[in-house]
Nanobody
Framework: QVQVVESGGGLVQAGGSLRLSCAAS????????MGWYRQAPGKQRESVAT????????YADSVKGRFTSSRDNNAKNTMYLQMNSLKPEDTAVYYC???????????WGQGTQVTVSS
């Protein structure tokens, strides 16, 4: 089994920054990709940023230039999301998804709340 834990959420004013962390542990043979997703109240879950095992990254248009996803060089099962210039519309629960060889749909964490006040 694989456990995924997100941390780093909180309340911040518009224009501020937050750094989210995602740590995966357990029976992990190989991580194909890790991704950040978010779900705002009344909306569907959407992809925010993904990073592959080779280091390729993809971002939603709404966060390009403001958010940066990275993997920890010393702890490959850890991923970060640096969020700058936050906007009220970034308010959501942010989830981490870890795609492994065993499970292509990935493993999900419980999520961390990000609230941006105007």
């Amino acid at each position: 089994q694989v456990q995924v834990v997100e941390s780093g959420g909180g309340l911040v004013q518009a224009g501020g920054s937050l750094r989210l962390s995602c740590a995966a542990s357990g029976s992990i043979s190989f991580i194909r990709a890790m991704g950040w997703y978010r779900q705002a109240p009344g909306k569907q879950r959407e992809s925010v940023a993904t990073i592959t095992s080779g280091g390729s990254t993809n971002y939603a248009d709404s966060v390009k230039g403001r958010f940066t996803s990275s993997r920890d060089n010393n702890a490959k099962n850890t991923m970060y999301l640096q969020m700058n210039s936050l906007k009220p519309e970034d308010t959501a629960v942010y989830y981490c998804n870890v795609v492994t060889l065993q499970r292509l749909q990935g493993f999900w964490g419980q999520g961390t709340q990000v609230t941006v006040s105007s």
